[in-house]
């Protein structure tokens, strides 16, 4: 007896269909309602924007407390089954849409494109401000100052190698503030369009190269290392030249077309850098904040532990602590150190005045939303 091999499939799709057909219908609803309320939002926003307009450099239209408190509403809001981190990651772009209804903005980053500035940058800031890339770190904070951008995205430090110091350095001499911090899972990618027995060189920045130590002695021992100025600059050097690979980010691939030969070649899996989001303006306290601050001290036995102890006393918590040499004078050194809470609260401004007496020089960098989830 001859059957025709479609004929279950087709009944099995059609039944598919019937059932689809109704739920579709009700998603197609919720999405008209979906819409309807997101715009109802919008035009709270746009009312919220005439009012930041009218107080200008005032009162910032990138509102960091403000958006810590939202996250926070919409994952006590959330009952499931979607997880928060979709959810965050929908809010996330909405206030992105907020950003160019209340004014566009215009975001600093270390380019070229395909960065991982660049990718933290939109991550933080989505899809509806303008993105500027810019050459090195100190032009970015002299974009910041001078108004050209509204912000900058600056790479501080990365779990598995540790303090970005070309960056640290150009807080040593700065009127901007640090307004908000992003952290960002970081992936790389070997990136060549030859194979990798063919390849000589590998192009990086230094932290990426860093990063990719055990991988690129195991697998290209005899490549020569190259230091670029940035990922996105390997990128396309690698798009370039024969023999040449980068090390880098998906976007970059995809920016300078050059092929993923091997993807998620950090040592870490768990590697993720923190970013400072630097800004002409302070950050209004959250209720879960950090706050930066850089001093010097005399030379004398004791004098860095007097300092650290005043932030013991009063019961805060330091979450990192970096030494930096003076620019000024051989074997003198700057501190970072940051700290638990905001400088605005009274336990933090005791604390920064009777630190300071046992210090040359304390300058409060800023108080920024702790970021709690990695983008
Ligand atoms: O509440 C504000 O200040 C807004 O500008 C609105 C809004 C939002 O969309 O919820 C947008 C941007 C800010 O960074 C924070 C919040």
Not at 54 to 62: H, L, Q, R, S
Not at 113 to 138: C, I, M, N, Q
Not at 279 to 306: C, M, V
């Amino acid at each position: 007896m001859s059957q025709d091999p479609t004929t279950p499939d087709t009944d099995a799709r059609d039944e598919a269909q019937r059932q689809l057909a109704p739920l579709r219908s009700r998603i197609d609803e919720l999405d008209e309602k979906i819409v309807k309320l997101l715009n109802e939002r919008a035009d709270i926003v746009i009312e919220v924007g005439h009012i930041k307009r009218a107080a200008g450099e005032a009162v910032p239209i990138y509102a960091p407390d403000r958006e810590q408190a939202v996250m926070q509403k919409i994952r006590n809001a959330n009952a499931g089954p979607l997880p928060d981190a979709c959810v965050q990651a929908i809010w996330r772009e909405l206030m992105s849409g907020s950003f160019a209804l209340e004014r566009p903005l215009r975001i600093g980053y270390l380019g070229p494109a395909g960065s991982f500035s660049h990718l933290a940058a939109r991550k933080k800031f989505g899809a509806s401000v303008d993105y500027d890339e810019l050459t090195d770190f100190p032009a970015i904070f002299d974009e910041v100052a001078r108004g050209h951008v509204d912000y900058g995205l600056i790479p501080i430090e990365n779990s598995t190698h540790g303090g970005v110091t070309a960056s640290l350095d150009c807080f040593l001499d700065t009127p901007v503030k640090i307004a908000a911090e992003v952290r960002i899972a970081i992936h790389h990618n070997l990136l060549s369009r030859q194979p990798l027995d063919q390849i000589t060189r590998v192009y990086s920045h230094q932290q990426a190269l860093g990063q990719c130590r055990r991988w690129l002695s195991a697998q290209l021992p005899n490549a020569e290392q190259i230091a670029t100025v940035s990922t996105s600059q390997a990128a396309a050097l690698a798009a370039e030249e024969p023999g040449a690979a980068a090390i880098g980010s998906t976007l970059a691939a995809q920016l300078n077309d050059v092929p993923i030969l091997f993807d998620n070649i950090e040592d870490n899996p768990n590697n993720e850098t923190r970013f400072f989001v630097i800004a002409r303006q302070n950050a209004k306290p959250s209720g879960d904040d950090k706050t930066s601050i850089l001093f010097t001290t005399e030379h004398k036995a004791g004098a860095l532990t007097d300092v650290l102890n005043v932030f013991r006393d009063h019961g805060l918590n330091l979450t990192r602590l970096a030494e930096r040499p003076s620019q000024r004078m051989n074997w003198e050194y700057y501190f970072f150190v940051d700290v638990e809470g905001h400088a605005d609260e009274p336990h933090m401004q005791k604390a920064l005045s009777e630190a300071k007496k046992h210090c040359l020089q304390l300058t409060v960098l800023g108080s920024f939303p702790r970021a709690r989830e990695v983008l």
